[in-house]
């Protein structure tokens, strides 16, 4: 389950809590509007907790070739 569909049960969830005022025989639909938000907060945690340790940790480590130079003594002038 994604951010987006962790947000989405939580705005149900909350319209169906405190926003609607119909009846229905058998089903509480304000019960039911609490469970969506629960799931959708666990689901959106959930979602960052793992998003946040799955995070490339990666270092990129170049390698320079090793190139010897010699030091060659500068001719001595003649004087």
Do not use: C, H, K, W
Request: glycine share 10%; no cysteine.
């Amino acid at each position: 389950m994604g951010i987006g569909v962790s947000l989405f049960l939580l705005a149900v969830g909350a319209i169906l809590t405190f926003a609607v005022n119909a009846t229905v025989s058998g089903v509480d639909i304000s019960t039911i509007g609490i469970i969506l938000m629960v799931v959708g907060g666990l689901g959106l945690l959930l979602s960052l907790l793992l998003m946040s340790t799955t995070r490339s940790r990666r270092t990129v480590v170049v390698e320079q070739p090793v190139t010897r130079q010699t030091y060659v003594d500068p001719p001595e002038s003649a004087v």
